[in-house]
């Protein structure tokens, strides 16, 4: 039965400011930005990205095992469609390796063109994996899989596909801020390919049968954008609550 189940779910699956002086009477007044270097590893955004690490651990050890184990009993399941999930798997494990790069400030700032490529990448993995996944899940549909599961997986691959294709636009624009928006919505979906597995493992829902897993499917599939959207105004206040720059006095 988990094995069963762990099918179907598999398929629903980034300058220097120069200095203004004014001289009056022998004093030099300087003013500029102080740059506040925070160099906690508490910061949100890194606890965030690590408890996705954790996630990708878990799920590799407790779902994708007969990547590492020819032994596995998955195999037999998998061998008919293998041709079509292998490229589902690799570009979909590109799009979550590559995910978390592109929000990294220092990347983009020092590395544009890396940012670029990897931007690129992840593109080209979404919508690669997106409608691999899709036909996977209809193929399961063979040995007994519902409809309403196809639904889900065509559901995630069509919100995955349309928030990237967004971000993408709005990048091609020159629209910095609606595409970062964006592109913090499409990994929101890829997200749901691992959160749907950890849900159903820790909790111990996979042995309750398909229809567990499908819901647990469309519940991720309905928060993944709603979730995204709270991150981006949490890092908006906190941006707000930053402090000002305060002047500099300089003597000569």
């Known amino acids: 039965m988990r094995a069963a189940i762990a099918s179907q779910v598999r398929s629903l699956g980034w300058v220097c400011v120069p200095e203004k002086s004014h001289a ?3 004093l030099s007044l300087a003013t500029s930005p102080v740059s506040v270097q925070n160099n906690s590893w508490l910061r949100p955004k890194y606890i965030l990205f690590a408890f996705i690490g954790l996630m990708l651990a878990y799920v590799l050890v407790h779902n994708e095992r007969f990547l590492i184990d020819a032994g596995d009993r998955e195999w037999p ?4 469609f293998k041709w079509w999930l292998l490229p589902h798997g690799l570009m979909g494990a590109c799009a979550l390796l590559l995910g978390p790069m592109q929000f990294s400030d220092r990347l983009r700032q020092r590395f544009t063109k890396l940012h670029r490529v990897v931007g690129r990448f992840y593109v080209v993995g979404v919508f690669i994996a997106a409608p691999m996944g899709l036909y996977v899940q209809y193929f399961e ?4 899989a519902t409809r309403s599961f196809s639904i889900a997986a065509g559901t995630q691959a069509t919100m995955w596909m349309l928030t990237t294709a967004i971000a993408l636009a709005f990048i091609l624009k020159g629209k910095t801020q609606q595409h970062r928006q964006w592109m913090t919505r499409s990994f929101a979906v890829a ?4 959160e749907v597995r950890v849900i159903l493992g820790v909790t111990g829902w996979e042995r309750l049968g398909p229809s567990a897993a499908e819901t647990v499917v469309w519940g991720c599939n309905v928060f993944s954008i709603f979730l995204a959207d ?3 105004q949490l ?18």
């Open 24 to 26: 009056t009477e022998g």
């Open 77 to 80: 399941h998998i061998q008919p």
């Open 141 to 144: 549909e063979r040995p007994g």
């Open 191 to 194: 997200l749901v390919f691992l």
């Open 230 to 232: 709270v991150v981006l």
């Open 235 to 252: 890092q908006e206040l906190l941006r707000s609550r930053k402090p000002a720059a305060k002047p500099q006095v300089a003597t000569p």
